[in-house]
């Protein structure tokens, strides 16, 4: 059974600073490439970064571009998000998902095959 599980969110201030990782199995993680998404309270699901299988490719929203960063350890089955500069408006349910079938950079959420359980971030001011 495919599963992605986030772990790393949490509570902090402003300007402070998190790393996600989300842990694959059941998948060839190789194979597929990763997309962080993040969801406030009232909001809809916002594409956050993506990166490519082999980590050729990279995409940030302009939300959060210069401030995270994205990689990943396929030897290890897992990807990680770098958040630093955090903000207020940064607090939301941090999700990380798999998509096989593209090679393309997308952040639309129904391109996307597996779905991890998602990590909760909070920044106060």
């Known amino acids: 059974e495919a599963q992605l599980v986030e772990s790393g969110g949490g509570s902090v201030q402003a300007g402070e600073s998190l790393r996600l990782s989300c842990v694959a199995s059941g998948f060839f993680f190789e194979d597929y490439a990763i997309g962080w998404f993040r969801q406030a309270p009232g909001k809809e699901r916002e594409g956050v970064s993506y990166?490519?299988?082999?980590?050729?490719?990279?995409y940030y929203a302009d939300s959060v571009k210069g401030r995270f960063t994205v990689s990943r350890d396929n030897a290890k089955n897992t990807a990680y998000l770098q958040m630093n500069s955090l903000k207020p408006e940064d607090t939301a349910v941090y999700y990380c998902?798999?998509?096989?079938?593209?090679?393309?950079?997308?952040?639309?959420?129904?391109?996307?095959?597996?779905w991890g359980q998602g990590t909760q971030v909070t920044v106060s001011s």
């Open positions: 998902a798999a998509e096989g079938d593209l090679d393309i950079v997308t952040l639309y959420p129904g391109d996307y095959d597996y």
């Open positions: 990166i490519g299988k082999s980590a050729s490719k990279t």
